[in-house]
């Protein structure tokens, strides 16, 4: 019999209930890989609690991994883990039952109360990595920019480079930072997290988007090719950064770059991770903004979301909505609305967060990315323009969230309304003032 113990502790301190020596190192190797995205995590795991069945954070850990695909597909995986979890809790430490009670929220819907339970966890347990990782990309897919900053924040001070994992910490802070604007900490806080690990993408992203939004696309194409080697090869966040590099290529007008990095690194052609499929479809639709001819790979994007049809309708209004500009890409309108019916049902029945997520604004973008679609550019703008405070809503960065404006400008531009084309590319120079792309956009407002 391989030996048992009380009153473990992971390698930041934090207790675990009765597990195998083993499965605590198998539990360090999969955080690892969660936090860096190279290897499969619940891959690791599932090893480790075929010899350890009782290891309550192996269940734990393989739910909460598979909730963050933010897809519903891993709803019945999702259950499985989390009652193998339930089914263990009088054996669980009080850690570990906040753990569980989190992942149950986060399962019926109830995505922002499991950001509060993530918090009670961390109140105790301020060096539980896996519930700060958690709460983290939660807030990421709410779009709740101050908690991706705060939430860190508030438990960063027990942290320091002594404690093992500390730069992805460093890393998630910087990400929160950069959402928040305050692009000079951001930077700081990433470029530390780079100097203590530099094979860590989430941190090479929070720097690329601050890059990104300061429009320095000339330092940041020069910033993600130097270290491509650290962020890219085998790693399951790749697509992500690769889009960002993307987004440099489009900034100047490289639409040919752009194209080449969208075939030969984002799209993927038997993808079925709804992150990598949005991304590309929304790399897609910038190019398409701008006149940019990019043959049938609508056709190819579209028929990977036809594919998630009708399971995940209704689930994430951030995928929904570009689930619905691939299919109008490939000109499957009637497919674009069957989505957009599900989509405002889910605004009138999910439960409450993800419904007025869908509600608020996943059904206006997208009904204004419908009407752009079937040349009512007026339309558009009107269903956008009120968008702009509230987008945040639906999840998202800044950075992906760009597409709502972009696709404002252009339907401003299309339909003739000069001044607030004028207005909507002014606002952009103030922060952009050498952007290409936005000269472009300029000099098509009609006199
Ligand atoms: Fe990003």
Known sequence: MPDTKRNQADARGVPVSACQDESLDDYEVALRQMQSYFGDPTETLAKTLERDPEFVMGHVFNASAMLMMSER??????????????????????????????VRLYAEGRWDEACVAWDRVLADYPRDALAIQCAHLTDFYLGDALNLRDRVGRVIGRWDESVPGYSY???????GFEECNQYAEAEDAGRAALAIEPRDPWSVHAVTHVLEMQNRYHEGQKFMRDRVDDWSPDNGFAFHNWWHLALFHVEQEDFAGALELYDNEIWVDDSDVSLQMLDATALLWRLHLQGVDVADRWKAIAELWDRKTPLENGYYAFNDFHAIIALLGAGQVAEAREVFADLERAGRENPALTRMMARDVGVPASAAVIAFAEESYGDAVDYLLPLRSVAPRFGGSH??????????????IRDGQAGLATNLVGERLVHKPESPILRRFASRIPA
């Open 73 to 102: 597909q891993y709803l019945p995986m999702v259950r499985d883990s989390l009652g193998a979890a339930e089914a263990l809790a009088d054996k669980a430490n009080d850690r570990e039952k906040g753990m569980i009670a989190a």
């Open 399 to 412: 950075a992906q969230r760009d597409i709502l404006t972009q696709t404002l400008i252009e339907a401003a």
């Open 169 to 175: 910490i460093l890393g998630m802070q910087a990400f």
